[in-house]
C-alpha cells in the first residue's frame, strides 16, 4: 500500500513537471546555452574576440561605452551601455519617488482610485504605443513639452526633442517615467493598505507632523515594496527596447541607443551572430545583478517552501 | 480647535488639486493623440489638437485598418491568433508545475525554483539568435505558430512562481478530507485546487495575455511578411522614418492598445492583483 502510494506520487511529479520541464529545455535553458556558445564563436576560433571588439566598438549605432562621434564638452552621445546606465540613474528614483509620494497622498484622497487607474494605464498599453506617444508627447509641432518651453520662451527646446541629440536621450527616459510610475504607484498602494493603522493612529495622537510620520514610521514599513520597486525598474530599464526602437531608433547618431538594441543591431543590420550573441550576454549579467539580489531575497522572505 | 480644522481643510484642498493635476497631466498624452485620430491631420497641424473647432472625421481609422502596406485588421488577426493559445497553453502547464512546486518534494527542486527566478530576470535577448536558427529549421520562422511556442515557453516560468505562491497559501483543509476520502493527487488538482485558484488564474491569464499582445521583439525577430505582422508590428510600421502622418499613427496607436486596455477595464482587480501579486510574497 504505501510503496504503491509512493509510487503514484513519483508519477503525478513526473507527468506534471514533463511538459513544463521540456518546454523551458528546448525554448529556453537550451537558446540560453547557444547563446552563450555562440558569443565566444569568432572566425579566427573559439576565445574572448567577440566581446573585445563588442565593448571597444566605436561606431555610434553599436558602441557600448564611448562612440568616435562622442561630444567632449557635453555628451550624449555615450555608448549604448553608458546610456543604460543613465536611464537607471534618473528613471528609478523619479518612479520610487513619484510612486511612494502619491500612494501616501492617495491614501487620503476621495477618487483615489481613478487617479490610480489612470496613473496605471502606462502598465497596460503595448511599450510600442508607449514609445509612439512619447514620441508624440515630446514632437515639436503637437507635442506638449516643446509647446510648453515655446510659451515661456525657451525656443531651444521648443523643437523635437527625439530629432537632437541633447535632448532624444532625456526625452525617453521622462516618457519612460509616465509609463512605469504605475507599476511603482501600485506596489507601494498596496503596501499602505497593508501596513497598520494603529500605528499612524498612535503618531498622531502623540502629535507627529504629516512628515514625521512619514519618515520614521511609514518609510521603514515600506522595505519590502521598495526592494520590488528597485529591482523590478532596475530590470525593466536595462532591457528597454520597444520604446527606443520605435521612437529614435537609438538615433540621432547613436543619442539614444540602449544594449538591447545594439544587440539587434549587430544581430539585423550586421549579421554578425557572434557579437550579438555577446551583447546579449553582456545585457544578462547586468540584469543579473538586481536579479540575483531579487532571489535571494525571495528565497530569504519571500513564500515558505514546503 | 476651528484653525486647526481650518488648517486640515487647506491641507485637504491642496492634496487633491496636486494629485488631480498630476491624473491630468498623466492623461494629457492619450487625450492627445484620441483628439488627432479623429481629426484631418492637415488641421491639426494648423489648429493643434487641442482645438475643439473644425471638422471631425473617422478617415484615420478606416485608413489604419485597411492600410494597403500595414493593415491593423490583419494584425489584429494575427495577434488574437497567437495571443489566445499563448495564454491558455502556458496557463495549464505551468500549473501542473506550480502545484508539483507547491505541494511535493523532490530532487533539485530548488535547484529547479531558483532557474526559474533567473529565467525571470533573463532578457529576451539572450534567447533569441538561437531561437531564430531553430524555429528556421523547423520550418516555423516567420509563422504564427513559431511565436506561439516561443511565448509559451517564456510564459512558464513567472507563471508557475506565481501560481506557486497562491497554492501555498491555500487552505490545506479540503485537500485532506479529500484525499482521506480516497481521492487521488490528480483528482485533488483538477477537481479542488484549480476551481479553488480561479482569482489566480484570472491574474495570470489577464497578465500573459497583455504581455502576449503587447510583444514588439519576438515579432520582430521572428516574422518578415506583413500579412504575418501582429498588431504591434503593423503599428510600428506605419511610423516613417522622416515623414509621420500623426493622423494615421494615432488611429492605429489606439486600436492595438484598445484591446488590452478594455481587458483591464473589465478585469482591473485580477490585474492589478497580478502585477503587484507575483513580486509581492504572500
Redesign the interface.
Known sequence: MGRAKKR??KK??I???L???V??G???????A??VF?SFVTPEGIGLGNYYRVITETSPDKALIIPENIVEAQPPPWGALVHNIVWVAIHLPLVVFLGMI?AY??H???G?S??K?????????????GG??????F?G????VPLLFQAIGLNSLAHTWTNYPETALISLILGSV?LWTG?SL??YS?AFESMPKSYIEAAKIDGAS?IQIFFKIVFPLLK??TI?VVV?TM?WD??I??IV??ST?GGPGGASNV??LV??TY?ARALD?GR??A???I??LI??I??VW??KQ??K?????? | MARRRGKLLL??II??I???S??II?????I??AM?SVKPFSE??VH??WSLIGNYTLKNFIDAWSNPMYSVAIGYRNSFIVTIPATIAPLF??A??A??F?????PL??LL???L??????????????????LNSMGLYDKLQGLI??H???G??WM?FFL??FF??LPREIEEAARVDGA???QI?FKIVLPMSMPAIASVAAIQF?WV?????YA??FLVNPDNYVV?LQ??SM?G?YH?D?GL??AG?IM??SV??LL?ALL?KY??RG??GW????
Open positions: 503514484s506520487k503525478i511529479i507527468l506534471f513537471l511538459p513544463e520541464l518546454l523551458l528546448a525554448f529556453v535553458l537550451g537558446p540560453i547557444g547563446t555562440l502619491l497622498l492617495l487620503e484622497v476621495k483615489s481613478i487617479v487607474s489612470i496613473i496605471f494605464l502606462g502598465m497596460v498599453i503595448p511599450m510600442v504605443v509612439l506617444l512619447i514620441r508624440f508627447i514632437d509641432t503637437l507635442g506638449v509616465w507599476f501600485t506596489v498596496a504629516g519590502h515594496a520590488v523590478m530590470l536595462l532591457k527596447f520597444d526602437y520605435v531608433l544594449m538591447a544587440m539587434y544581430f551572430y550579438s550573441s551583447t546579449a550576454v545585457l544578462a540584469t543579473l538586481p536579479g531579487f532571489i525571495v528565497l522572505g519571500g513564500p515558505k517552501e514546503r | 491641507k485637504y492634496i487633491n496636486v494629485v488631480w498630476i491624473a498623466w492623461t494629457l498624452p492619450f492627445g493623440v488627432t491639426v497641424v493643434g489638437w502547464i505551468a501542473l508545475a502545484y508539483v507547491s505541494r511535493f518534494s523532490f527542486k530548488t525554483f531558483i532557474v527566478l533567473v529565467i525571470m530576470a533573463m532578457p529576451q535577448q539572450m534567447s533569441v539568435i538561437p531561437l531564430f536558427f531553430m511556442l516561443v509559451t515557453a517564456w512558464l516560468a508557475t506557486k505562491n501555498d497559501a487521488g493527487d490528480a488538482f497583455t499582445w503587447s510583444d514588439f521583439f520582430l525577430m504591434t503599428v510600428a511610423k522614418q509621420i500623426w499613427l494615432s496607436s492595438a492598445m488590452p486596455l483591464y482591473q490585474y492589478v502585477m503587484v513580486t509581492l510574497k504572500g
